[in-house]
């Protein structure tokens, strides 16, 4: 007589799943980041109040640096076809209102958790201490510091929002998703209806 060993449902449940994960994340890990490429540029703030940073998908550091009259920009680009890695870049203006702006090709899909189509550009700044920020993004974590000007995100579709050491006033006036917090914010602090 033959006997067959039987294992419960949610445990088989359970093996399968992390035998998926497992295979998922070896495969993600290997194509992360297929092509990527660093920039590293200045750009002379000294005869501006502000500066609008318009980021993209990807995350975004400010740092705010005594004494100083430009911004040291610091940019990671990630893409899933080198023609979109070439097309991903950060575009610069200066003037009263200084600008700096990501500008990533369209990757029809978008990102895909199975390795598809995907273009992100990670961005580091550190700016005159004293200037005000302007901030719109599209995807990705925003973390400001030690900015004596007022730190305003008009626009962040996704991603975590953190602002420390801030002088002035922190605002975000739309928020799709993800959390915000801030510490040491002299100035007002105003957050969308919800949060």
């Not at 998922?24 to 980041?33: F, I, K, M, T, V």
């Not at 703030?45 to 500066?51: A, E």
């Not at 990670?122 to 901030?135: F, G, R, S, T, W």
């Not at 974590?141 to 305003?152: E, K, P, S």
């Amino acid at each position: 007589m033959t006997q067959f060993f039987r294992i419960p449902t949610r445990l088989l449940a359970f093996l399968t799943a992390s035998v998926l994960l497992w295979m998922l994340a070896g495969n993600s890990a290997a194509d992360w980041c297929k092509y990527e490429k660093d920039t590293n540029l200045t750009l002379d703030l000294s005869d501006s109040d502000s500066l609008e940073i318009l980021a993209a998908a990807g995350d975004l550091t400010v740092t705010g640096v005594a004494g100083s009259e430009e911004a040291v920009i610091y940019a990671k680009a990630c893409a899933s076809k080198e023609s979109w890695l070439a097309a991903s870049e950060v575009l610069t203006s200066t003037g009263e209102q200084a600008t700096i702006k990501v500008k990533l090709p369209d990757t029809d899909s978008g990102f895909s958790l199975f390795g598809g189509n995907y273009a992100w550009l990670d961005l580091q700044l550190d700016v005159p201490q004293h200037l005000a920020l302007e901030i719109m993004d599209s995807s990705g974590d925003i973390y400001g510091t030690r900015v004596d000007g007022d730190f305003v995100v008009e626009r962040d579709s996704s991603g975590d929002i953190r602002a420390k050491n801030i002088g002035g006033d922190f605002r975000v006036l739309k928020d799709g998703s993800g959390g915000i917090r801030s510490t040491d914010v002299r100035g007002v602090t105003q957050l969308p209806t919800g949060k």
